[in-house]
């Protein structure tokens, strides 16, 4: 039992967990902290833009998680000679984004059409322009920490940057602050991160690797970049992110102030839950990419869908018993519209969590059914545009999509599970 218990707690996935789930703990804490003193320093008005401004900061990044993933998946494959890869493809990166980077100075006399065309302030626009520049350069770094497992440097740099950020809101809160004070912060905490990635990138990952790609790996990069593997990642990512945002993005377009607040709160709780799970949808990923742990990758599933269960039903159970006192001592009275909708922020958090779960593991194994999820966001759009402007309405468009999305996932895995299971010798069926 000892024995068996002390190779559980050895185990890669076990540890990895654990750091980034405590990690990731602490972290959202902060940022929940931050939104809680955000909302009741701004009002349901300022929060509201907050909250979109965000939501175009997920869809922006979206192209970073498909960096990621692919970065993860090809230093899986390559196993023990991940380090060498890794800083290859960082070196190969770089010389594309200085031979294309400039090219990004030519959005910035559109920043004024594109904070009237999404009913943002210049402030907000021109925080995003700045904030996906430093984002996506600090985003080969993160991808090639996470493909190394150097779990310990990403619990660093997630708290790190978030301390920033809780700052900001604590500055709001007591009033010597404003979005301007929010959007500066964010900023400086993301460079921070950026400079700290750049020297332990440079000076600890072993020097003896700091040549130029061969030709060979050029090559092998441009083909894959060209792959249709590529692209479906592409729209899959992308797809993932604005499952979660559209609906944001469509009440700050078409509702008054106000309600964008109301339901920036309400889809705040919502993501709560997929907050508290992302280590292990990280790790899923991370995981199941690698050749050496890919058969474990049905448990390491079940591990984050079981987890997701019991966090989702605690999370249910308190919106609905305890929601009422939790909106009204947090964020005032100016927030009680959205009590009666609490615990469904819950059951939609619990259905994109599943969602996320499941793209996760699915897009480590290659798999075709993760084309399901850009299939559905014309559907989205369409039901959204339909409902744009009422709180219920989009809430309700939110959760149905999911729950159908999550249904498809669940019984495909199911499926093929069974199928497997099946197919094994007759002594192994019972070990399965």
């Given at each position: 039992?000892?024995?068996?218990?002390?190779?559980?707690?050895?185990?890669?996935?076990?540890?990895?967990?654990?750091?980034?789930?405590?990690?990731?703990?602490?972290?959202?804490?902060?940022?929940?902290?931050?939104?809680?003193?955000?909302?009741?320093?701004?009002?349901?008005?300022?929060?509201?833009?907050?909250?979109?401004?965000?939501?175009?900061?997920?869809?922006?990044?979206?192209?970073?998680?498909?960096?990621?993933?692919?970065?993860?998946?090809?230093?899986?494959?390559?196993?023990?000679?991940?380090?060498?890869?890794?800083?290859?493809?960082?070196?190969?990166?770089?010389?594309?984004?200085?031979?294309?980077?400039?090219?990004?100075?030519?959005?910035?006399?559109?920043?004024?059409?594109?904070?009237?065309?999404?009913?943002?302030?210049?402030?907000?626009?021109?925080?995003?322009?700045?904030?996906?520049?430093?984002?996506f350069s600090s985003a080969i770094y993160l991808a090639i920490f996470n493909g190394l497992k150097l779990f310990l440097l990403i619990a660093f740099l997630?708290i790190a940057t978030t301390l920033f950020k809780f700052l900001a809101g604590l500055l709001v809160l007591v009033g010597w602050g404003s979005l301007l004070?929010?959007y500066i912060l964010i900023l400086v905490g993301s460079l921070f991160g950026l400079v700290f990635s750049w020297w332990f990138f440079k000076y600890k990952?072993?020097?003896?690797?700091?040549?130029?790609?061969?030709?060979?790996?050029?090559?092998?990069?441009?083909?894959?970049?060209?792959?249709?593997?590529?692209?479906?990642?592409?729209?899959?990512?992308?797809?993932?992110?604005?499952?979660?945002?559209?609906?944001?993005?469509?009440?700050?377009?078409?509702?008054?102030?106000?309600?964008?607040?109301?339901?920036?709160?309400?889809?705040?709780?919502?993501?709560?839950?997929?907050?508290?799970?992302?280590?292990?949808?990280?790790?899923?990923?991370?995981?199941?990419?690698?050749?050496?742990?890919?058969?474990?990758?049905?448990?390491?599933?079940?591990?984050?869908?079981?987890?997701?269960?019991?966090?989702?039903?605690?999370?249910?159970?308190?919106?609905?018993?305890?929601?009422?006192?939790?909106?009204?001592?947090?964020?005032?009275?100016?927030?009680?519209?959205?009590?009666?909708?609490?615990?469904?922020?819950?059951?939609?958090?619990?259905?994109?969590?599943?969602?996320?779960?499941?793209?996760?593991?699915?897009?480590?194994?290659?798999?075709?059914?993760?084309?399901?999820?850009?299939?559905?966001?014309?559907?989205?759009?369409?039901?959204?545009?339909?409902?744009?402007?009422?709180?219920?309405?989009?809430?309700?468009?939110?959760?149905?999509?999911?729950?159908?999305?999550?249904?498809?996932?669940?019984?495909?895995?199911?499926?093929?599970?069974?199928?497997?299971?099946?197919?094994?010798?007759?002594?192994?069926?019972?070990?399965?």
């Amino acid at each position: 039992m000892s024995r068996r218990l002390n190779r559980l707690i050895r185990n890669p996935f076990i540890q990895g967990g654990v750091l980034l789930t405590g990690a990731n703990f602490i972290s959202n804490f902060l940022n929940y902290l931050f939104h809680l003193f955000v909302g009741r320093g701004l009002g349901p008005a300022g929060y509201g833009e907050l909250a979109t401004v965000f939501a175009y900061v997920f869809v922006l990044s979206a192209p970073l998680g498909v960096i990621n993933t692919m970065i993860i998946r090809k230093l899986g494959e390559a196993g023990f000679n991940r380090q060498s890869l890794a800083i290859a493809l960082f070196d190969w990166f770089l010389q594309r984004f200085e031979k294309w980077g400039l090219w990004l100075i030519f959005i910035i006399p559109f920043i004024p059409w594109m904070a009237h065309l999404l009913n943002l302030s210049l402030s907000s626009i021109t925080f995003l322009f700045f904030f996906a520049l430093l984002t996506f350069s600090s985003a080969i770094y993160l991808a090639i920490f996470n493909g190394l497992k150097l779990f310990l440097l990403i619990a660093f740099l997630i708290i790190a940057t978030t301390l920033f950020k809780f700052l900001a809101g604590l500055l709001v809160l007591v009033g010597w602050g404003s979005l301007l004070t929010i959007y500066i912060l964010i900023l400086v905490g993301s460079l921070f991160g950026l400079v700290f990635s750049w020297w332990f990138f440079k000076y600890k990952i072993n020097p003896v690797y700091l040549a130029s790609p061969s030709s060979a790996i050029n090559k092998r990069l441009i083909q894959i970049l060209k792959s249709p593997l590529l692209i479906q990642t592409s729209l899959v990512v992308l797809s993932l992110s604005l499952l979660s945002n559209l609906d944001v993005m469509f009440i700050k377009k078409f509702a008054t102030p106000d309600i964008a607040g109301f339901y920036g709160v309400w889809s705040l709780w919502a993501k709560i839950i997929l907050y508290a799970l992302a280590p292990l949808s990280g790790l899923t990923l991370i995981f199941t990419s690698s050749a050496e742990h890919a058969h474990n990758k049905n448990r390491f599933l079940f591990i984050s869908l079981l987890s997701l269960v019991g966090i989702g039903l605690i999370a249910f159970l308190t919106y609905y018993h305890l929601g009422s006192s939790l909106i009204l001592v947090i964020y005032g009275s100016k927030f009680a519209p959205i009590v009666p909708f609490l615990h469904l922020a819950a059951v939609f958090g619990f259905l994109y969590t599943t969602i996320h779960i499941f793209t996760n593991f699915y897009l480590a194994q290659k798999s075709k059914i993760t084309l399901i999820l850009p299939a559905f966001i014309p559907l989205q759009i369409v039901f959204l545009y339909l409902n744009r402007s009422s709180f219920a309405s989009i809430m309700w468009v939110e959760i149905i999509l999911s729950f159908i999305l999550a249904t498809i996932y669940l019984v495909y895995w199911l499926l093929n599970f069974k199928s497997k299971v099946s197919n094994l010798p007759a002594g192994r069926q019972v070990k399965s």
